[in-house]
């Protein structure tokens, strides 16, 4: 039968530009977040984590914000450029188990 | 972080056919997870495959319809047995370290299409 895909949030900007990408959690006992990369055709790639009692981490040209008051996370690129251009997955831990959010796809516009 | 391939990159395959999916890493490690991904959708884990135990399966996926094999520290198989087209999905696995789930690495991933 034919198979029917959800459609992905989309963030579409300028090369250059900041992106924001945000995600919602629901599970207050999580360990760490983690934010991956997948471009087309490959596996996840990890970019930043960030552990629970932590509110920002920064990386090359990233930095993640962590609100556990409202259960949000948030992934910052700055200085956005075409490689940026994959969809984006938060991801949670807790216990023994990798968690994924929906991801988010950002193409970037030359 | 280690070096993960898999094999078959991608196959089509008949309803009812059983396709096994290697696994292979380029150092021992501990933990090895199977996820499926299906099309425009998030990663689900399907099992946790431990060298020397069996595998601990998530809700939702059971050992008869996605046997493991964990050999050794680098290297298991994911079965897919008795395939229909809801089975079609990327299949990935990843590898770890106990107690620190959230340093996971990934494969390129088995992109299967079941028709």
């Known amino acids: 039968g034919e198979s029917v895909g959800l459609h992905l949030p989309t963030l579409s900007v300028q090369e250059g530009d900041n992106s924001i990408i945000n995600c919602a959690y629901s599970?207050?006992?999580?360990?760490?977040f983690i934010w991956y990369k997948q471009e087309s055709g490959k596996g996840p790639q990890f970019i930043i984590d960030i552990r629970s009692n932590m509110d920002k981490r920064q990386g090359q040209r990233v930095t993640v914000l962590l609100n556990k008051t409202v259960k949000h996370l948030s992934l910052q690129i700055a200085a956005t450029q075409p490689g940026d251009s994959a969809v984006y997955f938060c991801?949670?831990?807790?216990?023994?188990?990798?968690?994924f959010g929906e991801g988010t796809q950002l193409t970037v516009n030359p | 972080s280690a070096v993960i391939s898999q094999k078959p990159s991608r196959d089509i395959c008949q309803r009812g056919t059983s396709l096994t999916i290697q696994c292979q890493v380029d150092?021992?490690?501990?933990?090895m997870f199977w996820y499926r991904q299906q099309p425009g959708q998030s990663l689900t884990l399907i099992a946790t495959a431990n060298q020397g135990s069996e595998a601990t399966y998530e809700s939702g996926f059971v050992i008869d319809k996605f046997p493991i094999s964990r050999p050794n520290l680098t290297f298991s198989t994911l079965t897919v047995s008795n395939m229909s087209p809801e089975d079609s999905s990327i299949y990935l696995c990843?590898?770890?370290?106990?107690?620190?789930?959230?340093?996971?690495?990934f494969g390129p991933g088995t992109r299967l299409t079941v028709l």
């Open positions: 150092s021992q490690v501990t933990m």
């Open positions: 599970n207050s006992a999580s360990d760490y």
């Open positions: 991801a949670e831990t807790s216990g023994s188990r990798l968690t």
């Open positions: 990843s590898v770890g370290r106990t107690g620190a789930y959230n340093e996971q690495f």
